[in-house]
């Protein structure tokens, strides 16, 4: 998944599931995963239609 968004820049969660193939479900929690390790952050507030997702800053 990180190599779609390195790749891409920025994605939703449903060009996540086309590239991978995963069920809707699976990418949801791969992505919930990521942004509460801090690999990913959300480009929208909250549950936005438009959610897309991108590499958090390394510090």
Same mark, same amino acid.
């Given at each position: ?6 790749? @891409?820049?920025?994605?939703? %969660?449903?060009?996540?599931?086309? @590239? %991978?193939?995963?069920?809707?479900? @699976?990418?949801? %929690? ?11 952050? &959300?480009?929208? &507030?909250?549950? %936005? &239609? ?5 590499? @958090?800053?390394?510090?």
């Amino acid at each position: 998944m990180l190599a779609e968004v390195d790749r @891409a820049g920025s994605v939703s %969660s449903r060009e996540m599931q086309l @590239a %991978s193939g995963l069920s809707r479900t @699976a990418v949801t %929690s791969q992505i919930k995963r990521l942004v509460n390790e801090g690999a990913l952050v &959300p480009t929208e &507030p909250g549950r %936005s &239609p438009k959610q897309r997702y991108r590499r @958090a800053q390394s510090s």
